[in-house]
């Protein structure tokens, strides 16, 4: 009797709790806007204003490279990549409910080089998981992105 009295306080108490709003058109509007900043931010070297895009906890996964943990290490790690002279980052898909959501879509990028050396280009994808903020900032969580190239031996 117990066990069954317990399951249902239980199931009425769940039944009970708010459901998570989807998200709204702006809000996935804004993570685009977002979006577009980071890339142009890491262009210019703005390595900051780019770092600025994740919460100070941030979990950042590169291809080839070990986690990079929180915003001042995110920023290291942006100042000291290569230079780019393009950068696009294409959100496919933005959901989530309440104050999380994730972000899916694909890159492409054009590191710079010097004078008569081609360009090198690379292209692939990227999954973030955001939180909003306080101030209704969208700022990433934990970030992973990987080359659809294949490695080179």
Request: with cysteine.
């Amino acid at each position: 009797m117990r066990v069954l009295s317990g399951v249902l306080i239980s199931a009425v108490v769940l039944a009970c709790q708010p459901k998570a709003e989807p998200l709204l058109d702006t809000d996935k509007t804004a993570m685009r806007a977002v979006t577009d900043s980071f890339t142009a931010y890491v262009v210019t070297h703005r390595d900051s204003l780019a770092a600025a895009q994740y919460v100070e906890s941030a979990t950042l996964m590169p291809p080839n490279h070990g986690v990079v943990q929180g915003r001042a290490a995110i920023r290291a790690f942006i100042a000291a990549f290569p230079p780019l002279s393009h950068f696009t980052a294409s959100p496919i898909e933005i959901d989530g409910r309440g104050d999380l959501a994730y972000v899916r879509g694909t890159y492409h990028m054009t590191f710079a080089s010097p004078p008569g050396r081609p360009a090198i280009e690379d292209h692939g994808k990227f999954l973030e998981i955001r939180r909003r903020q306080n101030d209704g900032k969208w700022l990433v969580v934990t970030d992973i992105f990987n080359s659809d190239l294949p490695a080179k031996p």
